[in-house]
């Protein structure tokens, strides 16, 4: 398994300014992702954060809204963007230590937009 | 594109029955399948992974099943105790394009003492 932490685990902002989600794993992982978690719905993926390099958005999602960054194979953050009301989900961040294999999750960070 | 659907969305039982998740998916050409447990506010915790190529996969009171050719998976819960109350999600990898996970809304089982 792996144990992940988010920071925070939860904030209020207010509408127009940006928050940063961090997510750090116990110990390298190939595959890192970022998801969200609209009120009253499942999961969305947003994108794989990739080491090194830019990450891979899912349609829908741009990287001027959701910036990612990975620096290293244990370490993301997600920032939201000058945030609106509709951004307000739970913000969640998963690894996979190889590709293809179990999935973990972290607690989640959740952000309520005013 | 694919699409995973659960059913019931809300599933109410009093302590000690075994119970039925249901989980279908419309493209059978699946890499895995996945089922975690969501409770309230927090994030989720992986509780069987189902290989393309399996049939099933037990762990203590929980048995999850895979047709994949028919699209469905279940998950069976024996002697369900109040501590099992929670969302129920599953999840589907497709054969190609890497790790992307594919979920069902959730069954939200609650178990009554």
């Known amino acids: 398994s792996a144990v992940i932490s988010q920071k925070p685990s939860r904030d209020i902002c207010q509408r127009g300014t940006s928050l940063t989600i961090q997510c750090q794993v116990d110990s390298q992982v190939t595959m890192m992702f970022w998801y969200r978690q609209q009120p009253g719905q499942s999961l969305t993926l947003i994108a794989t954060?990739?080491?090194?390099?830019?990450?891979?958005?899912e349609s829908g999602f741009v990287i001027d809204k959701f910036p990612i960054s990975r620096p290293n194979l244990t370490f993301s953050t997600l920032t939201v963007s000058n945030m609106s009301p509709e951004d307000s989900s739970i913000y969640l961040c998963?690894?996979?230590?190889?590709?293809?294999?179990?999935?973990?999750f972290g607690p989640g960070t959740r952000l309520l937009v005013l | 594109k694919q699409e995973v659907t659960q059913i019931p969305a809300a599933l109410s039982v009093p302590e000690g029955e075994n119970l039925v998740l249901n989980c279908s998916f419309t493209d059978s050409a699946i890499y895995n399948l996945q089922w975690f447990r969501q409770d309230p506010g927090k994030g989720l915790t992986s509780l069987l992974l189902i290989q393309s190529s399996q049939r099933e996969q037990t762990s203590g009171r929980l048995n999850a099943s895979l047709d994949k050719s028919s699209g469905r998976s279940t998950l069976y819960i024996a002697a369900s105790q109040p501590g099992d109350s929670a969302t129920y999600l599953c999840?589907?990898?497709?054969?190609?394009?890497?790790?992307?996970?594919?979920f069902g809304e959730g069954t939200q089982l609650t178990v009554n003492p």
């Open positions: 999840a589907v990898r497709p054969e190609t394009s890497g790790s992307r996970l594919t």
């Open positions: 954060a990739n080491q090194g390099s830019e990450a891979t958005y």
């Open positions: 998963s690894v996979e230590r190889s590709s293809g294999e179990t999935q973990y």
